[in-house]
T-cell receptor
Framework: SQKIEQNSEALNIQEGKTATLTCNYT??????LQWYRQDPGRGPVFLLL?????KEKRKERLKVTFDTTLKQSLFHITASQPADSATYLC????????????FGAGTRLAVHP | GAGVSQSPRYKVAKRGQDVALRCDPI?????LFWYQQALGQGPEFLTY????????KSGLPSDRFFAERPEGSVSTLKIQRTQQEDSAVYLC?????????????FGEGSRLTVL
C-alpha cells in the first residue's frame, strides 16, 4: 500500500528564514501532489498542486519541488512570518486512485519572531 | 454558501448511540469526500461521491459507518452504535471537478467524542 512520510517533529525557525518541509512516499508514483495548510481546529486549506511531469511550482513566497526519482517533494516558505505557523500536509493522488487523495500526517511549523 | 459547511461542529455521544453528521458542500460541486482525522494525524479517506453516486467507500472502517448524498448536494455520514475508537474529527470536502481531482475545499469538521 502507499505510504507517505512527513517530518513528525515540529520545525522551529526564526522569522525571515526559509522553512523547508519534506514529503516522501513509497511504492507507486502519484499522478500529482498537493500541499495543504491546517490551523488548529480548522479544516485543511489548499496551497499548491504539482503534477508528476513538473519539477517545480511557485506561488508568492511558496515553492514546491517534485522529484519522482527520489519519490520526494520539498515545500519551501521563503521570508517566513509568524503567521505561517501551522501544520502543513502533503497529499497524493495515485493513478487509478479514483479521486482518493492520500494525506501524510503533516509537519507542524512554528515561526518565531 | 460561500464554503463547505458542516454540522454539528461538536458532538458528544455515549458509547452505543447513533450519530449523524451533515455536510453542505459548495453549491454546484460535483465531488464530495469524507475524511476522518485522529489527533495528530493526517486526514484518512472514508468515502467519495460524484453527484449522488457513491463511487468509493473503501475507507469506511466498518459496516457501522454509512454515508449518503441522495440528491447530489447535502451529504450525511451516519455512525451506528458508536465506539470510543470512533472519536475523531470528521472532515467533509468538495471539489468542482468530476474526474481529475483538483483542489479540495474542506469544511471546519465535526469533532465527535464518544464516552
Amino acid at each position: 500500500s502507499q505510504k507517505i512520510e512527513q517530518n513528525s517533529e515540529a520545525l522551529n525557525i526564526q522569522e525571515g528564514k526559509t522553512a523547508t518541509l519534506t514529503c516522501n512516499y513509497t511504492n507507486y508514483s502519484p499522478a500529482y501532489l498537493q500541499w495543504y495548510r491546517q490551523d488548529p481546529g480548522r479544516g485543511p486549506v489548499f496551497l499548491l498542486l504539482i503534477r508528476e511531469n513538473e519539477k517545480e511550482k511557485r506561488k508568492e513566497r511558496l515553492k514546491v519541488t517534485f522529484d519522482t526519482t527520489l519519490k520526494q517533494s520539498l515545500f519551501h516558505i521563503t521570508a517566513s512570518q509568524p503567521a505561517d505557523s501551522a501544520t502543513y500536509l502533503c497529499a497524493l493522488l495515485f493513478s487509478g486512485g479514483y479521486n482518493k487523495l492520500i494525506f501524510g500526517a503533516g509537519t507542524r511549523l512554528a515561526v518565531h519572531p | 454558501g460561500a464554503g463547505v459547511s458542516q454540522s454539528p461542529r461538536y458532538k458528544v455521544a455515549k458509547r452505543g448511540q447513533d450519530v449523524a453528521l451533515r455536510c453542505d458542500p459548495i453549491s454546484g460541486h460535483v465531488s464530495l469526500f469524507w475524511y476522518q482525522q485522529a489527533l495528530g494525524q493526517g486526514p484518512e479517506f472514508l468515502t467519495y461521491f460524484q453527484n449522488e453516486a457513491q463511487l468509493d467507500k473503501s475507507g469506511l472502517p466498518s459496516d457501522r459507518f454509512f454515508a449518503e448524498r441522495p440528491e447530489g448536494s447535502v451529504s450525511t455520514l451516519k455512525i451506528q452504535r458508536t465506539q470510543q475508537e470512533d472519536s475523531a474529527v470528521y472532515l467533509c470536502a468538495s471539489s468542482s471537478t468530476g474526474g481529475d481531482t483538483g483542489e479540495l475545499f474542506f469544511g471546519e469538521g465535526s469533532r465527535l467524542t464518544v464516552l
